[in-house]
């Protein structure tokens, strides 16, 4: 009997001391989990040729985010202060090259320019397809899609022209 009671008496402490030992294990991964990590993205500006937005994400509020970029001859810096939401943001006429940013002793790939060209000629052509097949779905002709007199962007245009197109290929125009 006594190695019994032995036993209930030392598994009670046994599972006490082995919860107690990996709380603070527990508690420090936890906090680790909540800072948040930086991240960053180029973005070109609108209608401004060679200009871009950068902007980091998850920085530590009030402390200073720097951006990096650029090419060993032709580099782009700037130093800006996080807000209290954890976001910085410049922009600039970035050189061609990788965009980086760094907090304290957090840093980030924030991508290059030529990926946000990339990414804002996909995302012009979008907007021109959506616009021209909803323009011409309404009657089943083709508006001028230059009704303002701006200057389009291109990849918009090529985007209205096909959005256009496939509308007017469409089963409703084909019918109507």
Known sequence: MKPRIR??????????SLAL????LLAASAQAAAVPSLTCSVKQTPNAAGK???TATGAQPGTTVTFRGGTATNQFGAQVSAHD???ATTSGFIPVGKVTASNQDDKASCGTVKEAEQQDAQAQYRAGFRKGLADTKEDCKKKPQNQNLTQLDPNFEKGYNAGAAAALNSKACQEG
């Open 21 to 24: 030992g990996s709380a603070p």
């Open 52 to 54: 871009y937005d950068v």
């Open 7 to 16: 036993l209930a008496v030392l598994a009670p402490v046994v599972v006490t």
């Open 85 to 87: 939401d954890g976001t």
